[in-house]
T-cell receptor, first 114, second 114 residues
Framework: AQSVTQLGSHVSVSEGALVLLRCNYS??????LFWYVQYPNQGLQLLLK??????LVKGINGFEAEFKKSETSFHLTKPSAHMSDAAEYFC????????????FGTGTKLQVIP | KAGVTQTPRYLIKTRGQQVTLSCSPI?????VSWYQQTPGQGLQFLFE???????NKGNFPGRFSGRQFSNSRSEMNVSTLELGDSALYLC?????????????FGPGTRLTVL
């Protein structure tokens, strides 16, 4: 069975500081991995996804994530936090094939301090 | 293209009642998934429909049901509401299926059960 663990339900960073949100997955087969962002009172929006083409994935709004198979990790980073990055971030795992359901982590709320 | 729309946006019901939520996917998308989002549990997968057929189901009681129409619009029904059903219900659509594909989320329906 697939699962995702996000370490830290709340993360605070200063504006301009590095953002690091952690995600570890459990899977018996090569996974697809996603990061979604949810702003208040909105649905989720895809930031980036890993589909085995490249281990370093660049997404929107300056975010990127690196797939590390040996560590079963897919951490999300951004070099310099902006106030507009304050939101909740979800890591998710799935597999190829339209029948595969997506499993989401419990989310990490990012607070950006001015 | 119009995004995923969900109606109503807010609902207040009392225990024992039933409720129907509606989701209109992005035009051309054949897969619709439903999720329950609560502060403690994160996003929990309810079910996925593809071309009017339920392809996947999460671990929810039979009080939760859904269907998809020929135009890909989907409805979700919860019967005999319980206090614990209070949550944000999110609908997501994708072109061919959840697999490795991006899901596009609606803004959700906030259900409060009193």
């Amino acid at each position: 069975a697939q699962s995702v663990t996000q370490l830290g339900s709340h993360v605070s960073v200063s504006e301009g500081a590095l953002v690091l949100l952690r995600c570890n997955y459990s899977s018996s087969v090569p996974p697809y991995l996603f990061w979604y962002v949810q702003y208040p009172n909105q649905g989720l929006q895809l930031l980036l996804k890993y589909t085995s083409a490249a281990t370093l994935v660049k997404g929107i709004n300056g975010f990127e994530a690196e797939f590390k198979k040996s560590e079963t990790s897919f951490h999300l980073t951004k070099p310099s936090a902006h106030m507009s990055d304050a939101a909740e971030y979800f890591c998710a795992v799935s597999f190829s094939g339209g029948y595969q359901k997506v499993t989401f982590g419990t989310g990490t709320k990012l607070q950006v301090i001015p | 293209k119009a995004g995923v729309t969900q109606t109503p946006r807010y609902l207040i019901k009392t225990r024992g009642q039933q409720v129907t939520l509606s989701c209109s996917p992005i035009s051309g998308h054949r897969s619709v998934s439903w999720y329950q989002q609560t502060p403690g549990q994160g996003l929990q997968f309810l079910f996925e429909y593809f071309s009017e057929t339920q392809r996947n189901k999460g671990n929810f009681p039979g009080r939760f049901s859904g269907r998809q129409f020929s135009n890909s619009r989907s409805e979700m029904n919860v019967s005999t509401l319980e206090l614990g059903d209070s949550a944000l219900y999110l609908c997501a659509s994708s072109l061919e299926g959840t697999g490795g594909n991006e899901q596009f989320f609606g803004p959700g329906t906030r259900l409060t059960v009193l």
